[in-house]
């Protein structure tokens, strides 16, 4: 049988953003349906140790974490439902959804919530290691690394504000980049030029990721010079892919307004799309902060504004 459902409230994506948006709107009595893909809980369940989400003096795991907010989504009235939305449309109302099983999901209002991807090198060795010495988040990963001799892969911002970040904890860093200028901006070069904890590999792809099985860490990494192909081993004990990230926005082009980057525009200070009543938030329009507490404030101010449209287009249908 073919799922047919509607709500108040819809919403694409269920990590911090979409997850917190479902508890406000669910609190709110608006009965949210959320849709979600195969692998709930977004790129926190790729994620282990968390140390900097307000409310664990603990460390706990990006999994359990994620399990608990969805846990607390149902609690309050979710209806998550598991499926890949293939088609939307936009231009009638309620905005309307077409999933992959052929379920059919329609919603007064739209949240997107469908995040953002880390770039990755692509290797089998790095994904072998992510979590246990390979990340994509210096931010998230950096404290663990106090003393310890860690490398950074890429030439754009994001690798260098890493490399600065991880001079905090970490004894050395190695900035490693496949050419012999970064595409950072000139400020944040300088900064890491003077830093005397930072060296610069430059002309250099890494090639694959070495470390030991029992305890799983890392131990280094292999270079190749881009000019003539020497090998060569670099001994680090984590690695940080900084190559850039992807939004998980391909659904929606040509129906939102996006960046040239992809990432869904939305008026400053607000989740507000291009089109009344979709929102959008979390590291799907977010290519700054990119952090689950900072996903899931955007979150919560989608439900928000969601309400506050829904309330003032019930009130505007009423008076038609
Ligand atoms: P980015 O600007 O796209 O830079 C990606 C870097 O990774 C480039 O240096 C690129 O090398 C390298 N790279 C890509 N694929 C690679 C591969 N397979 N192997 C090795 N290296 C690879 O990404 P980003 O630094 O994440 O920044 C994304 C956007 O967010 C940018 O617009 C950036 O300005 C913005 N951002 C802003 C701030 C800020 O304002 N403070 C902070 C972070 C990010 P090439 O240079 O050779 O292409």
């Not at 195969?38 to 603990?58: C, K, L, R, S, W």
Request: hydrophobic share 40%; aromatic share 8%; with cysteine.
């Amino acid at each position: 049988m073919v799922t047919s459902k509607y709500s108040k409230v819809l919403i694409l994506g269920s990590g911090p953003a979409g997850l917190t948006a479902a508890i406000y709107a669910a609190r709110a009595n608006l009965k949210p349906i959320l849709v979600h893909g195969m692998q709930p809980g977004g790129q926190m369940t790729i994620t282990t140790d968390v140390e900097n989400y307000p409310g664990f003096a603990e460390v706990v795991q990006g999994p359990w974490l994620m399990e608990q907010m969805q846990k607390q989504a149902i609690s309050v009235g979710t209806d998550m439902i598991t499926d890949i939305i293939t088609e939307v449309d936009f231009s009638r109302r309620p905005f309307h959804c077409v999933g992959d099983s052929g379920g059919h999901y329609s919603g007064e209002s739209l949240i997107i919530s469908t995040g953002a991807e880390a770039r990755w090198l692509g290797l089998d060795s790095e994904k072998q290691f992510q979590g246990f010495g390979v990340s994509a988040c210096a931010t998230c990963d950096g404290f663990f690394f106090r003393e310890k001799n860690v490398a950074v892969v890429g030439g754009g911002n994001t690798a260098v504000e890493e490399a600065l970040f991880l001079t905090n904890f970490a004894s050395k860093v190695w900035l490693i980049h496949r050419r012999d200028e970064l595409r950072a901006e000139k400020i944040l070069q300088e900064r890491m030029f003077a830093n005397d904890r930072v060296e610069i590999i430059w002309d250099h792809r890494v090639e694959e990721v070495l470390g030991s099985d029992n305890p799983r860490v890392v131990t280094g990494v292999q270079l190749r010079n881009v000019h003539d192909d020497t090998k060569s081993e670099l001994p680090i004990d984590g690695l940080f892919v900084a190559i850039g990230h992807t939004p998980n926005t391909a659904l929606f082009e040509g129906h939102l307004d996006m960046d040239q980057e992809g990432y869904i525009g939305t008026v400053p200070g607000s989740t507000e799309t291009n089109i009344l009543g979709v929102f959008a938030a979390g590291d799907v329009q977010d290519k700054v902060y990119r952090q689950a507490v900072t996903a899931a404030g955007s979150g919560c101010m989608a439900a928000l504004e969601a309400e506050k449209y829904l309330t003032s287009y019930a009130t505007a249908q009423a008076a038609e």
